[in-house]
């Protein structure tokens, strides 16, 4: 029989051991390299960049300043075309016939023909003219609204303030519906007192009185 031979192989194999497991082996971070610095191009083509943003820059102001130097130039430019435009109308009240008309306008407007009313409407329309112009130079943002009014404010008892000129404005008022001439001269004339330029008349006469006073005090003694 060979049970000898048989017995190793019913022998309980012994149990298998695991060898104790060595702790995980810790590696160090990965350092990220560093990045590389910028090429002699890049920084050249930053330096480029950096000087048309400045170029650009002092360009805007350059441009703003010669804006506002044209706008000073225009602005004065249009004041003295509208001086100039004042000064035409008072040399042609000057003259004596228009003076002549102008007066009996002030004073006795139902006296007037035909012809001489359409002449001291011609003054009138002058006026409108230049309020016209400051209007312009309003709407082009070279004078604020208050200096349009109060210019308006400061000629228009001179040549509105009377019968004949209120009436004159009355009649051709709705030509000019929703413009400014309505909006910002209409109440400004309305307002007028129709006996404004006979009372602007009547007190540029010295009375006879001072004129004899003034008389004998120049007269040499």
Do not use: C
Not at 155 to 174: C, D, I, M, V
Request: charged content about 20%; aromatic content about 8%.
């Amino acid at each position: 029989m060979k049970f000898p031979f048989a017995l190793p192989r019913l022998r309980r194999k012994p149990a298998r051991v695991d060898p104790p497991s060595s702790p995980p082996i810790e590696t160090p971070p990965t350092v990220p390299s560093a990045a590389p610095g910028p090429t002699p191009l890049e920084r050249l083509n930053r330096w480029l960049t950096l000087g048309a943003n400045i170029g650009v820059l002092l360009g805007l102001v350059v441009l703003i300043v010669e804006v506002r130097q044209n706008a000073a130039l225009t602005r004065a430019a249009m004041d003295q075309q509208k001086n100039d435009l004042l000064a035409q109308i008072e040399f042609n009240i000057a003259k004596p016939e228009m003076s002549a008309i102008w007066i009996k306008a002030i004073r006795t407007p139902e006296a007037l023909s035909d012809t001489e009313n359409q002449a001291a409407g011609s003054v009138l329309v002058a006026i409108m003219l230049q309020w016209d112009q400051m209007f312009m130079m309003r709407d082009a943002g070279l004078i604020s609204d208050e200096r349009v009014r109060q210019h308006i404010a400061n000629t228009a008892p001179f040549y509105f303030g009377s019968r004949f000129a209120k009436h004159w404005w009355a009649l051709q008022a709705p030509g000019w519906e929703g413009t400014a001439m309505q909006r910002d001269a209409g109440p400004i004339i309305a307002a007028l007192d129709e006996d404004f330029l006979v009372g602007y008349m009547d007190s540029l006469k010295l009375p006879a009185d001072a004129t004899a006073s003034e008389t004998d005090e120049d007269a040499p003694e």
